[in-house]
């Protein structure tokens, strides 16, 4: 079975966490995710998580510490490894170059959200470590 890692970004301000809303020509339409991306071949968790950020996002962001990750299966023979980076934005200005939108929302009211099953379980574990 095929495990594809993939990076996304806890990226928190002010009790806030930015949620990403996938477009509906995505696959898992109009869900929200963590935005991210698949590492490409040479280059580092880190290296990925900065990249795709920059490239859907317009931000550049600091990484703060890695989270625990989520395998999930998402078709009978592939499986992404989905790894959480806590991040908080260091520059730029937010754009749109892939989802449809993003917002931040308080960290009680996350699981509102109509959540991509993958990203479910990281931002339960999330919630949990709030004080």
């Given at each position: ?7 996304c ?10 949620c990403?809303?996938?477009s ?9 995710e963590?935005?991210?991306g698949?590492i ?7 290296e ?23 395998l999930?299966?998402?078709?009978s ?5 989905l790894?959480?980076f806590?991040?908080?934005?260091m ?9 449809k ?22 931002i ?5 470590l709030?004080p």
């Amino acid at each position: 079975m095929k495990t594809i890692p993939v990076t996304c970004a806890l990226i928190v301000k002010e009790g806030q966490l930015l949620c990403a809303q996938r477009s509906e020509f995505m696959t898992l339409p109009l869900k929200w995710e963590l935005p991210g991306g698949k590492i490409e071949p040479n280059e580092s968790e880190e290296e990925c998580l900065q990249r795709e950020i920059k490239e859907e996002l317009g931000l550049s962001i600091k990484i703060l510490k890695r989270l625990e990750p989520n395998l999930h299966a998402i078709q009978s023979d592939k499986k992404i490894l989905l790894i959480p980076f806590l991040c908080e934005i260091m520059d730029g200005t937010l754009l749109l170059a892939e989802h449809k939108e993003v917002v931040w929302v308080d960290f009680q009211k996350l699981m509102e959200l109509d959540w991509a099953d993958p990203d479910v379980p990281i931002i339960k574990r999330f919630i949990q470590l709030q004080p």
